[in-house]
């Protein structure tokens, strides 16, 4: 049925058309199919052999070549010549324009470490120290510390900030003054520059592993055998104390300064113990009773731990300038140990035994060449029993006030 009223609507339109095209469009309705197709000719290119048989054109079609490849054109290499005319503009645009201003550099604070006399809020703003922890995990004792609250964050009053980091600075600065041994101690990740340049200006000892439990409390077993040196008040070391130093105690710290409480609560209830004043910097959740001297900032930025690092190591580096300008005008500003110095009285008057002893020998020659010739065995002089009778009371003096062991056996050997 479909088939039919197709054929009768088109019939007139297909034998309407020309021969060629009628057969195909009758062969293509047909049902019948042929064994091999049949291949149509292009009205276009039968056109073009008709008009000119002889000399036959192909269409562009057929006839256009296969494209050739693309090379990529050589560049000559320019990078000398524009690094030398970038160097050349430089140089004659270097003092053309507006002053460019100094930017902030991660390493400025360690080639140019600030001083107590640098502390101000800007350099603290800008270093962090503001920045708390959560509103929810804060310890109450430190509310005489924050400023408010920040979308939820705790911020640090940075004026108590500057004026609790003056007041460490100058401890740190009369510690080192009177002679004591600093410690600087900050065993978190990226702390180990901090502590180690804090301790190089100081002149002081630092800690960036983990402290041993007992390090203070227990030191005669935990730190057997460490050198300790003698030195005079221009800190250089002074022979003929070897014999005194083989049983003397390891040194305790005068001063800790820990960037990282938190992590050593063991090593700051020690120093509690054994009356060993402390400096920390307290953060909004840690507890300020657990150092003597406590700088509310915050513990988990390294450039503001960076920057109190700094500050605290330039007080020590003052400290020590300051000793040694004294010592050069004869005033020492620590006081020698009492063992050592009943030592060294001991050997003072060995020493005057000695010279007083080679005189009276030196006389005792003279008198014998001279006629008179007392013999080998001559008795001492008064004065020589003098110096022996003092000599003596100076040992029972050191003896009675129950000196090392060491010191009253070279106090009982004779010359």
């Given at each position: 049925?479909?088939?039919r009223e ?8 297909v ?5 060629r ?9 047909s049902?019948e ?8 000719a ?5 056109a ?11 269409p562009?079609?057929f ?47 360690f ?8 502390v ?12 708390g ?6 310890n ?40 004591g ?7 978190r990740p ?5 502590v ?5 200006l ?33 800190d ?24 990282n ?6 090593m700051?209830?020690e120093?509690?113990?054994?009356n ?8 909004t959740n ?39 300008e004294?010592a050069k ?23 005057e035994?000695?010279?007083r ?6 006389a005792a020659k ?22 022996m009778?003092?000599l003596?009371m ?22």
């Open positions: 049925m479909i088939i197709f054929g009768v609507r088109h019939g007139r339109k034998l309407a058309a020309p021969l095209r009628g057969q195909q469009c009758l062969r293509s309705l049902t199919t042929s064994g091999t197709p049949v291949a149509t292009d009205p276009a290119v039968e073009a052999i008709q008009s000119n048989p002889e000399n036959p054109t192909v562009s079609l006839a256009r070549a296969a494209k050739p490849t693309r090379r990529r054109p050589v560049v000559p290499d320019t990078t000398k010549a524009d690094w030398e005319t970038a160097q050349q503009l430089k140089r004659d645009l270097n003092k053309v324009g507006a002053h460019v201003e100094h930017r902030y550099s991660p390493f400025d604070v080639r140019n470490p600030p001083g107590p006399k640098d101000t809020l800007e350099l603290l703003m800008a270093s962090q120290a503001h920045m922890h959560h509103a929810s995990v804060w109450p004792a430190n509310a005489r510390y924050i400023y408010g609250i920040r979308q939820g964050i705790h911020i640090i009053s940075l004026e108590q900030t500057a004026a609790h980091l003056r007041r460490a600075a100058r401890v740190v600065e009369e510690v080192a003054y009177h002679g041994l600093i410690l600087f101690v900050g065993t990226g702390q180990t520059q901090i180690t340049q804090a301790a190089r100081a002149k002081a000892c630092h800690l960036f592993t983990k402290w041993t439990p007992g390090t203070i409390t227990n030191s005669d077993k935990i730190l057997p055998g460490i050198p300790v040196e003698i030195v005079n008040e221009f250089q070391p002074i022979q003929g104390f070897n014999q005194h130093l083989m049983d003397r105690r390891a040194l305790v710290p005068d001063l800790v300064v820990c960037l409480p938190l992590e050593n609560f063991t700051l209830r120093c509690s113990q054994a060993v004043p402390t400096i920390g910097i307290v953060d840690t507890e300020p009773t657990w150092v003597t001297y406590a700088i509310p900032a915050n513990d988990d930025s390294l450039r503001c731990l960076a920057v109190i690092g700094s500050v605290l190591g330039r007080a020590g580096e003052a400290g020590q300038k300051r000793r040694m004294d005008n004869g005033k020492v500003t620590w006081d020698t140990p009492s063992e050592i110095k009943q030592f060294m009285d001991i050997q003072k008057k060995r020493g035994w000695s010279k002893a080679a005189a009276e020998e030196a003279g008198e014998g060449l001279g006629g008179n010739q007392p013999g080998p065995s001559a008795p001492k002089s008064e004065a020589m029993d003098e110096v009778a003092e003596q100076e040992v029972d003096a050191a003896e009675a006030d129950d000196v090392s062991p060491q010191l009253r056996k070279m106090s009982r050997r004779t010359e």
